[in-house]
């Protein structure tokens, strides 16, 4: 019996560094071909500077960890980055733009289903932008959603008691009606987000015209064309074609980067869902006990 076990052992172990071999030869084990390529690197998800639970989300750090294979392989001869994402924190959108400025290569920013609010902030951070024309995009803007549950608790007969340094402390609080210098706080925060915003696609997208979509609405992908929103619409391999003529290469190797991701992530995550979380979802940023904004 023991000589039965020793054998599989040894058979595993060989099993395992000939399958290793292979995946460093092949270039498998970091995800990059040796071969030259263009990289695909996927963003997808709510942007977020840390990672939720039940969402979907792309952090800062893991983005960075992906677009990081890609621009250190000098085989890789340009990126595209495909979107699929509705948006999310001003920060973290911001933050991923820069590091895609800060590209040595061509990056063609594709965006699939979705590309909107903070999404599409990054999107234009790219050297081109492809759109498919069905995708919705634009949601250029920003917004905060409060909850105000004081008369439900009146209604039960539970009351919230406040201890606070200062006037504004609790501003937010769901326990009790907002004030209008509250709001005006608020209003005030809001209009400083879309404002840069507004800033940065006007820098990046020269010529574009934001008269139509400056209420902050979504648009398809063929509207954003008209505006100037976006350089094409096309398909996943329009973008990567277009990357290639960046690069001034042909027929290149094609390599898919993206975040494994967990198996509860996989059931929860479903194309439906990220069309019901597109409109009006996302630049989340918490500050403190503050509620979430909103672009």
């Not at 939720?52 to 980055?81: P, Q």
């Not at 920060?91 to 594709?110: D, N």
């Not at 599409?120 to 634009?138: G, M, N, Q």
Request: glycine fraction near 8%.
């Amino acid at each position: 019996m023991a000589k039965k076990v020793g054998r599989r052992t040894k058979t595993l172990i060989i099993s395992l560094i000939i399958i290793s071999v292979i995946l460093i030869l092949s270039g498998w084990s970091d995800g990059v071909s040796f071969e030259n390529s263009v990289a695909v690197v996927k963003l997808e998800g709510i942007i977020t500077s840390s990672g939720g639970f039940m969402d979907e989300t792309m952090t800062v750090s893991e983005f960075s960890k992906l677009f990081g294979r890609a621009e250190d392989s000098s085989n890789v001869k340009a990126i595209v980055v495909e979107i699929n994402s509705p948006g999310g924190s001003p920060v973290a959108s911001a933050e991923i733009a820069s590091i895609i400025m800060k590209s040595e290569k061509p990056v063609v920013a594709w965006i699939a289903d979705v590309g909107a609010s903070g999404a599409y902030w990054v999107a234009t951070s790219a050297d081109k932008i492809v759109s498919h024309p069905l995708s919705i995009t634009c949601s250029i803007g920003a917004y905060i959603q409060i909850s105000d549950f004081s008369r439900l608790l009146e209604d039960y007969n539970v009351s919230q008691t406040t201890i606070k340094s200062g006037e504004h402390k609790d501003i937010g609080s769901p326990f009790r009606q907002m004030t209008e210098d509250e709001e005006a706080i608020f209003q005030n925060i809001v209009d400083q987000i879309n404002e840069e915003f507004v800033r940065v696609v006007r820098e990046r997208r020269e010529g574009a015209d934001l008269s139509e979509v400056s209420d902050g609405r979504p648009c398809t992908g063929k509207e954003a064309l008209e505006l100037g929103l976006v350089d094409s619409v096309g398909s996943r391999e329009s973008a990567i074609s277009l990357a290639e003529e960046l690069a001034g290469e042909e027929d290149l190797n094609i390599v898919e980067i993206e975040s494994e991701g967990s198996f509860l992530e996989s059931l929860i995550g479903s194309y439906t869902d990220r069309i019901a979380r597109t409109i009006g979802l996302t630049i989340i940023n918490s500050i403190n006990s503050l509620p979430s904004f909103q672009s």
